[in-house]
């Protein structure tokens, strides 16, 4: 780290460097410049954070800490309405990367405006561009012929909309939201699930990707890029003002050309983020279901189609929240909500004794249940309007029966209340899923749902402490079960508009984020259930990093949809996850290559099983599908996605491979080839790849058949044979 004179024109700069990386500024703190390894050439030419309709004013500061080798440098900004504060921006070589740490302060009243960091590539048409988006969008993109067959490969598709995430693209005019917010499922292509954004040079193989901090408050934020090699970051809502800093950390990562570098740096540099807090999970998750039979079935034959727990359907309690009504003892029943179409036998009440049985039938057989959860919705046809209770009422042990004047009582700011159900994210009306938002006659900003039930913000104390009760109560009434599943997190992009997170700022007025709500009560719920050795997983609709902090998998409910699947996969890289499935999907075109997309992505769909509800159901089809797959399914059970440089390959035009750490040495899907008798497949930086025991599974038999593979100047290449156009080799002996 040192200070050079006259670089690349400029009359003063700086440089600070690290293995493999250095970037250049400006006297005033601008990046004039970054190079990655040898290369003299940049592969940045600009850069630098800024707050939208504010400029320097005055001299910027700079300071060279020595201790650490960081620069830092320091302006005061403002616009012409009189908003005024201070922007530091600190680069700090750490460990083969550059931490870019940018605070933010001001003494003003309240306000806010967009906060940007942008970037912007060298040589646009010679690099090619990834995010873990839902699908590649190669529309307008601008490349060189050189690049053309990564592009062509990366467009093979799968089946039905669904189209391979790990695509580079080259450089487009695109803006991606971070998370889905646009739309409350994230069914759409307009959304990336990681807070990343990665560079690929394949013919040099360099890469370079910005990494955003998880651990940051993130509000919303939207990632942008253009033809021109510019891209960016803007981050909306957060309020300035009233001695308040901002702070964001960044990290410029230098690696190889392939995806896997940047995901290699988020996974390690933040692995709270994606390992389960409860490792117990990855033995637990196989294929789903949703059903609320508690009839026995046929255990052996959904173990062959990998089948591994019930997320028990939401028809056992007598209404949302109350999940387990405070009953005396395990014994006393109560009457269920019955909302859904009761399956067979299932009586209209239920007790935790007869709940717990269930669960102990399961996990006899060696499955598991996780019960319903959900923290945004409460009761059924609650009444906003009830008015004073007497005395007698709200002293009543029987209080809860009346989910109304429960809620009056226990929690009465629970209630979602919003400025404008069409402006929750300064971007666009929301595609609300069915059934639609309704307000209540006369309570403008009230929202409730179907059956009537409220939309509660899990960040008001009083219910936090609710659903903390009934936490614990699924831990010492049924512990039998392991864990649960929590549903429908789609209202977490909404803003309470009568609370303060001391963060949000919408339409000119303090706000709390449900995102920061859901975080604040996970802290405390997810210790809860882990200290007793349960599980959590969550049909994650924001598709959002920092949400998953204690989720311990992801059960997507959009999973028939390539977009939600392909971000779940994502998410999960070192967590289980499972799809929503239904009949018609594994139907059309190729039941094939239904099945290999889960297994290239490390996903479970959901199984067969009698009385599903609204998701797959048994059929002739369906169960011969499962059984056929079975056997390579179970064998990626908790699998973690291998990130290592250059870890696997194959030459095969059109077939897609990956590689998984599992319990006992690693597997290797090899999928979409067609018709191909064959697929090379090569291996490197894997500890004792050449101790490795391989044989392969292929669909429609459970027999592993031994392979042998050539090692050579520590690479291993294996003659993979397919059946189906698929196969799954499995490496042991770690």
């Known amino acids: 780290m040192f200070i050079v004179k006259n670089i690349i024109g400029k009359k003063e700069a700086y440089e600070i460097r690290d293995a493999g990386i250095a970037v250049l500024f ?15 050439l940049p592969f940045l030419d600009s850069g630098g954070t800024l707050l939208d309709g504010l400029h320097v004013r005055g001299k910027v500061a700079m300071k060279h800490l020595k201790k650490d080798g960081s620069y830092q440098f320091i302006r005061t900004i403002a616009d012409s309405l009189g908003h005024t504060c201070t922007q530091t921006d600190i680069f700090t070589p750490v460990k083969g990367s550059i931490r870019w740490d940018v605070a933010i302060s001001s003494d003003d ?19 090619l561009i990834w995010s873990a988006w839902g699908s590649p969008d190669f529309s307008g993109t601008v490349i060189s012929p050189k690049l053309a067959e990564f592009v062509q490969k990366g467009k093979t598709m799968g089946n039905g909309n669904w189209s391979d995430p790990l695509a580079p693209v080259g450089f487009l005019n695109r803006k991606w939201h971070y998370g889905n917010v646009a739309q409350i499922c994230p069914i759409a292509d307009d959304f990336v699930a990681l807070p990343l954004f990665t560079l690929l040079v394949p013919e040099s193989d360099l890469g370079l990707s910005l990494v955003l901090s998880p651990e940051d408050i993130l509000l ?5 890029v253009s033809t021109d090699g510019q891209f960016q970051y803007s981050r909306s809502n957060y309020r300035l003002g009233s001695g308040r800093t901002l702070k964001f950390t960044m990290y410029l990562v230098p690696h190889e050309a392939s995806w896997r570098g ?25 294929c789903g279901a949703y059903s609320g039979s508690e009839m026995p079935f046929d255990v052996a034959k959904y173990k062959k189609m990998a089948f591994g727990f019930n997320w028990k359907l939401s028809d056992d309690f007598p209404y949302m929240g109350m999940f387990i009504p405070p009953v005396k003892d395990a014994d006393e029943k109560w009457k269920r909500s019955c909302a859904e179409p009761r399956p067979e036998g299932k009586t209209d009440s239920t007790s935790c004794r007869q709940l717990n049985e269930y669960a102990k039938y399961m996990k006899e057989n060696g499955l598991s249940v996780l019960n319903y959860f959900n923290v945004t919705e409460y009761g059924k046809d609650v009444n906003p309007n009830i008015g004073q209770l007497p005395a007698a009422k709200i002293n009543d042990t029987e209080l809860w029966k009346d989910g109304s004047a429960f809620m009056k009582v226990n929690f009465p700011n629970a209630w979602l209340r919003v400025t404008s159900c069409s402006k929750v994210n300064n971007s666009k009306p929301l595609t609300p899923i069915k059934p639609i938002i309704e307000l209540p006659s006369g309570l403008k900003g009230i929202m409730s749902n179907c059956y009537g039930a409220a939309i509660v913000d899990p960040g008001d104390p009083d219910y936090q402490k609710f659903m903390l009760e009934q936490a614990a109560r699924h831990i010492k009434l049924v512990p039998e079960t392991d864990g649960i599943c929590i549903d429908r997190t789609d209202w977490l992009t909404f803003y309470n508009s009568q609370a303060d997170d001391s963060v949000s700022w919408v339409d000119g007025l303090p706000a709390r984020s449900l995102y920061l709500s859901w975080i604040g009560l996970m802290s405390k719920l997810g210790p809860l259930m882990h200290q007793a050795d349960k599980v959590i997983l969550s049909n994650m609709m924001p598709m959002r990093l920092e949400l998953g902090r204690e989720l ?17 996969a994502l998410l999960c890289t070192r967590k289980p996850a499972v799809a929503w499935t239904y009949n018609k999907t594994i139907q059309e075109p190729d039941p094939d290559l239904f099945m290999q997309r889960h297994l290239y992505l490390g996903v479970f769909p959901t199984a067969p099983f009698p009385f599903n509800n609204h998701c797959i159901g048994p059929d002739p089809l369906a169960d011969q599908l499962y059984t056929d797959y079975g056997p390579l399914l179970n064998a990626m059970r908790g699998k973690k996605w291998v990130l ?29 080839g067609g018709s191909a008798e064959s697929a090379i497949v090569r291996l490197r930086n894997i500890l004792d790849l050449n101790k490795m025991k391989l044989t392969v599974l292929h669909p429609g038999s459970d027999i592993e058949v031994s392979l042998t593979g050539l090692f050579n100047s520590n690479v291993l290449e294996i003659v993979v044979p397919l059946k189906r156009g698929c196969a799954m080799v499995k490496l042991s002996g770690k």
């Open 26 to 40: 400006s006297e005033n703190g601008d990046i004039t410049g970054l190079l990655l390894g040898d290369s003299k």
């Open 109 to 127: 009243p309240p306000w806010t405006t967009s906060i940007i960091s942008r970037l912007k590539c060298a040589k646009p048409k010679e690099t």
């Open 220 to 224: 919303n934020m939207d990632l942008s």
């Open 262 to 286: 940047g995901m290699r740096f988020l996974t390690q540099r933040y692995p709270l983020y994606f390992d389960a807090p409860n490792p117990r999970t990855h033995r637990i998750v196989g």
């Open 552 to 568: 311990d998998g992801i059960y997507t409910e959009f999973g028939q949809n390539g977009n939600a699947l392909n971000t779940s």
């Open 644 to 672: 290592e440089q250059n870890c696997v390959e194959t030459t095969m035009q059109d077939v897609k491979v990956n590689l998984f750490e599992v319990s006992d040495g690693y597997v290797l899907p090899v999928t979409f």
